[in-house]
């Protein structure tokens, strides 16, 4: 989404690797004063590195997606996870599903600022009493997690289970029939995997209106880190696939979902 919105608004999206070996934060300000950048998009970043923390940011228009880069404070764009997360879990109420679990990890739901917890504890406390919301908190997605995911889910036994790419692969390692033994829903749905259904976060979007906000701050001379940090919330939608089909439908399935996440 970037690259085309960039070029519809006649910019070049120039790609820099931050974790480059030996790339400081002096060495990438020259970079980008060499080649004539005016504005910087900060997609999310799964390893923090010095290089930003201490870089210039005073000659650039800047925009950081999600929530991974603390300091500095920039404007932002995000999903609203509090949406999207409360509509998944309402989603699995009129799919017929009520045994539900929650597997999130510790580092998922601080990078999503609590975007995930709070739709499903608000949920646990107004279900009917023929329902039940189970959570289950991991450290982070890891394989070290997978045994302690696999005896939860033994345990409770939900009937449909949403979590990260780390709880499927747990799910496939126990061989349970997806979605004949335990329906799925992906935090993040791709579309390399269509059969898996899920929150559609539609990165497309974030990086097309970052390149809105930053040309508008090109255009206004807004450089450096603004004063008053303006955060975008976009809404994503619920995907479908097979992994988590209505509840009624369950006993005409016969395929079953194998994706390799």
């Not at 290089?51 to 880069?69: I, P």
């Not at 990165?203 to 955060?231: F, K, T, W, Y």
Request: net charge positive; charged share 20%.
């Amino acid at each position: 989404g970037a690259v085309e919105r960039a070029h519809a608004l006649g910019f070049y999206l120039e790609t820099i690797w931050i974790n480059e070996p030996h790339l400081t934060a002096r060495r990438l300000l020259n970079v980008l004063r060499t080649r004539n950048i005016m504005g910087v998009v900060i997609p999310g970043i799964i390893h923090p590195t010095s290089c930003l923390a201490e870089f210039d940011w005073s000659s650039f228009s800047s925009v950081a997606l999600g929530y991974s880069l603390v300091d500095p404070d920039l404007h932002r764009v995000a999903v609203d996870t509090i949406h999207g997360f409360n509509l998944a879990l309402q989603k699995f109420l009129a799919l017929g599903y009520r045994r539900i679990a929650v597997v999130i990890s510790t580092s998922y739901y601080l990078r999503v600022k609590h975007g995930v917890r709070c739709p499903a504890y608000y949920l646990q406390k107004h279900l009917a009493p023929t329902h039940r919301l189970e959570i289950f908190i991991i450290e982070r997605p890891h394989a070290c997690e997978l045994t302690r995911i696999q005896a939860w889910l033994r345990e409770y036994k939900p009937e449909i289970v949403l979590g990260e790419d780390i709880v499927w692969q747990a799910i496939r390692q126990m061989q349970w029939r997806v979605p004949q033994d335990v329906a799925f829903a992906n935090s993040d749905t791709s579309l390399e995997y269509p059969e898996i259904a899920g929150f559609n976060q539609r990165h497309d979007l974030h990086g097309a209106v970052a390149i809105d906000m930053i040309s508008s701050a090109i255009v206004q001379n807004e450089r450096g880190i603004p004063p008053v940090p303006r955060l975008t919330l976009i809404k994503g939608a619920w995907s479908e696939g097979l992994s988590a089909p209505a509840r009624a439908d369950l006993p005409k399935i016969t395929k079953v979902v194998n994706e390799k996440i």
